[in-house]
Structure formats: C-alpha cells, structure tokens
C-alpha cells in the first residue's frame, strides 16, 4: 500500500494562496486516479479535486476557477495550487489514489494537511 504525506498547509488570510503537495512513498505512474480530499470540522470527508494519469481533472464546483491540481510522476508527487482562499476552504486536506474509477483507495488515510484562512 502507498503511504502519502501531504504538507504545505498553513494559516493565510481570505484572498492568499497555497500550495499542497502529497508525497508518495511509491510511484503513482501506474495509479490511475489521484485525488485531493478535505475534511472541515463535523463535516464528511469531501472531493476536491481529481486527476487522471492522462492529465484531465475535475474539480468540486466550490472550488473551479480556484484550485488547480496537478501531478508530477516522476517525482511521485501530486500538488494542489490553491488561489484566492476563503473561509470555507478551512479544512484538513488529504490526498489519495485509486487504479481505476471504482477501484479502492491505494492508500491509507494520513493525518493530512490543515489550511486555515482566516482574517
């Protein structure tokens, strides 16, 4: 199983950006999907964006026009370009894969990374 470490959270104030990444300790050349989650307090686990190994996304209709994901194979790490933050994007986000679109998840859950905007 693929152990993934995201990091690049922080506290930033509405309007500032971020940049995620998610680490994977093997190679995500062979996982089909690779996916952005986030978590709010009290709130479900939800989508935020997804890439395929082809290079086509999807993103959450929340965050469109804001977020950009993308991959970088080679160094078996995925990233979340995260611009014009608001208050609703506080949430721990997590990243994982699947080999297939209703494939399982090729890893486990980590601790994430918390992005807080705030003022």
């Known amino acids: 199983q693929v152990q993934f470490v995201e990091s690049g959270g922080g506290l930033v104030q509405p309007g500032g950006s971020l940049r995620l990444s998610c680490a994977a300790s093997?190679?995500?050349?062979?996982?089909?999907?690779m996916d952005w989650y986030r978590q709010a307090p009290g709130k479900q686990r939800e989508l935020v964006a997804r890439i395929t190994s082809g290079g086509n996304t999807n993103y959450a209709d929340s965050v469109k026009g804001r977020f950009t994901i993308s991959r970088d194979n080679a160094a078996n790490t995925l990233y979340l370009q995260m611009n014009s933050l608001k208050s609703e994007d506080t949430a721990v986000y997590s990243c994982?894969?699947?080999?297939?679109?209703?494939?399982?998840?090729?890893?486990?859950w980590g601790q994430g990374t918390q992005v807080t905007v705030s003022s």
């Open positions: 994982n894969g699947r080999r297939g679109i209703f494939g399982p998840n090729v890893g486990s």
């Open positions: 093997g190679s995500i050349a062979t996982v089909y999907i």
